[in-house]
Structure formats: C-alpha cells, structure tokens
C-alpha cells in the first residue's frame, strides 16, 4: 500500500497522457528503466540497494521509503486498535490513505485529486452515519457543508479585493471530506493545526521566490494527527 500510495503521488498530477496508474509498469524516475521484481519489496529494496537504482545507479528519493513506513504505521496503528477483521479498520485506512496522498501531491506539486476527495467524503459520510464512528450524522453532513463553505467563502472575499483566487477549488473540497469525516466540530482544530503545518512549510521555503503554501499539505497532515489524537482518546 506504501508503494501504491508512491505511485498516486508520482502519477496523479502528471501531465503526461501516457502515464496513468494502470501503465506503464514501475520505473525509474531518472532513467524510465522498468524495476525488476528484486526492487519492489517495500523496505528491503530500498535498504538492499542503498537507496539507488540499479539501472543507472542514480539515488532514489527517499520520499518512497518515507510513503512505505508511514503507511505500514497508520495500518498497523488501526489494525492494533480495531483488529485486522474489522471492516472499520478497512474504511478508516482508506480513508487515512486518501488523506495522505492529498497531502503528499500537494507538497509536491500543488495539485489535488478531486476523485480523491470525493471517496473521502463518501468514506465518512458512511463511516458516520451507518457506524457513528467519529460524530453523529448531522455533525458529518454539516462538517461537509461548512468544510466546503468556509474555505469557499474566504476564497470569494479575497477574489473580490484582490481580483484572483487565494485558495484552490481543490482545497474546498478536501476540507469538505474532512468535515463529513470528523464533524462540523472538527473544522476549527484542522484548520488550526493545518494552518500551522502550512505556515512552517513556508518558513522553511522562505527562501524560494514566488512561493504558493501547500495549504491542502497541512489539511491531510494535520486531520491524520487529529484522527489519531481522537482515536487513541475514544479507546483510552
């Protein structure tokens, strides 16, 4: 899933139209060259050949083991907490992967997947309202509606003084899967939390010229941590 999760983040945004997450099989970024079976196994691959192609020998980004671990831990984090037999577990990872994806492409490239943020919403809508898992159904339907709306609204004031947007339409949307995930409630520590990832983000970048801040970056970062404060809470 680690090695999935790479994938989406590496292919989503391209522009490339023979580039797609069905074809063509795995390869080097550097040389196109296609892995070879010994260069898939998550983990072990990377630390067998010291983190280079064997190709070209170039050095493979070390964001592709960071993807494999954090990955492995959120499952392992769920399966401890809800047992690998529970579909809970299953709905809720999909939704932490979907959530780290988002904010992983968005550090990169600041593009996000709206299909992506779609599922999400459709993830949490259910996990609310047939399970209750995190809020009660109207929570998660207003968490969606004021998830949109808000990011929505501070986008159109400052189009109207400033004759452009501020904040991307893929922004509204994943705060709107946020919202139907963890409840209109949510909405003030996400954005909190999210806001101060972003901001770091840009201290650390300060330097680049004409830097855009990664806002959906610190959206799926921070509402990881807040699911899992509230997790750990609920079964504490």
């Known amino acids: 899933m680690g090695s999935f999760a790479s994938m989406l983040i590496y292919r989503l945004p391209s522009n490339n139209q023979q580039l797609n997450i069905w074809r063509p099989p795995s390869f080097c970024p550097t040389c196109k060259s296609k892995l070879a079976i010994t260069q898939l196994i998550p983990f072990l691959s990377f630390i067998f050949f010291r983190g280079k192609c064997k190709a070209c020998n170039n050095k493979i980004d070390s964001s592709y083991l960071l993807n494999e671990v954090v990955i492995a831990g959120l499952l392992i984090f769920l399966v401890s907490s809800f047992g690998a037999s529970s579909i809970l577990t299953w709905i809720i990872f999909a939704s932490f ?33 047939r399970f209750e898992l995190f809020t009660i159904p109207l929570d998660a339907i207003l968490g969606l509606i004021f998830g949109y709306g808000i990011l929505f609204s501070v986008n159109l004031l400052h189009k109207m003084i400033r004759a452009t947007d501020g904040i991307g339409s893929g922004d509204f949307l994943l705060l709107g899967g946020i919202g139907s995930m963890f409840g209109a409630s949510s909405i003030g520590p996400i954005l909190l939390i999210g806001s101060t ?22 959206l799926g970062l921070g509402s990881l941590i807040y699911s899992i404060i509230l997790i750990s809470i609920q079964l504490a």
């Open 97 to 129: 992967f979907i959530l780290y994806v988002q904010a992983m492409m968005d550090l990169n490239t600041l593009l996000l997947s709206q299909p992506l943020s779609v599922l999400l919403i459709i993830s949490g809508l259910t996990l609310n309202i």
């Open 197 to 218: 990832i972003t901001l770091l983000v840009f201290f650390i970048r300060r330097d680049s010229k004409n830097i855009q801040l990664p806002l959906g970056f610190g």
